[in-house]
């Protein structure tokens, strides 16, 4: 696609967002910063943009096929790829399938127990009020969605997990639990936007029940790099 970059329009804890020569395409860079704990924590993991960039553009594409809309155009490189430009919906979409995390220490449920079925959550995205858990008449009432909004994110978003647990299960990685971001195109379509990568999902080896994901990090049990390198290994050969 022939797209030239131009400024820098955001930067986040782990990616760069810039401006391209059409209105209605960015460009995202991702960076190895690593954050935990509200941004508290911070580090670098080596290679963590690549991996995040190509795992997460693999992933998209494969759920682009089961029919769910994401923002994923064109991978530039190991580190930028082309994609649509959104307004982002200021709600975290949380799914969880097996205690682990906040959700253990929150309710007092051993990490590990499978639930019966998903869980959806939700959270206000603002980073000034820690992305406080609401649930989805705070996001009416707040004018974050419209219920039509809702519903459709929602649906997508119980899609989305059955067909990142299908894929993981195929390479022996259980998918605990994640995390996503939907925006609007200029039209109003919500369509699925951030990435899917070892930072925004738990990934743990379905036999040994080893972490694969950013917990390495937050928890300081090290092998974060080799973690990272190891999910794409799997699913991208």
Request: proline content about 3%; some cysteine; hydrophobic content about 40%.
């Amino acid at each position: 696609m022939n797209v030239t970059m131009k400024e820098q329009m955001y930067e986040g804890k782990a990616k760069q967002v810039f401006a391209t020569s059409d209105p209605e395409i960015v460009m995202v860079h991702y960076k190895d910063d690593a954050t935990a704990g509200d941004g508290e924590k911070r580090g670098t993991i080596h290679d963590k943009g690549i991996v995040n960039n190509k795992l997460s553009n693999a992933l998209m594409q494969k759920l682009e096929k089961e029919g769910i809309p994401t923002h994923y155009i064109q991978e530039l490189n190991d580190r930028d790829t082309l994609v649509k430009k959104v307004q982002i919906v200021p709600l975290e979409v949380i799914i969880r399938n097996v205690a682990a995390g906040h959700f253990s220490l929150r309710m007092g449920v051993p990490e590990g127990t499978q639930f019966k079925t998903p869980i959806l959550e939700f959270s206000y995205k603002c980073d000034d009020l820690h992305d406080p858990f609401i649930n989805h008449y705070y996001a009416l009432a707040l004018d974050l969605a419209t219920q039509e909004e809702i519903d459709t994110i929602t649906k997508y978003s119980f899609k989305i997990n059955e067909v990142l647990k299908k894929i993981m299960a195929d390479v022996n990685i259980r998918l605990i639990d994640f995390k996503l971001e939907f925006g609007r195109l200029a039209d109003g379509t919500i369509i699925l936007a951030d990435e899917i990568s070892p930072d925004t999902c738990r990934f743990w080896d379905a036999t040994s029940n080893a972490h694969l994901d950013k917990d390495l990090f937050r928890r300081g049990l090290g092998g974060e790099e080799d973690a990272y390198q190891e999910v794409m290994k799997r699913l991208l050969g």
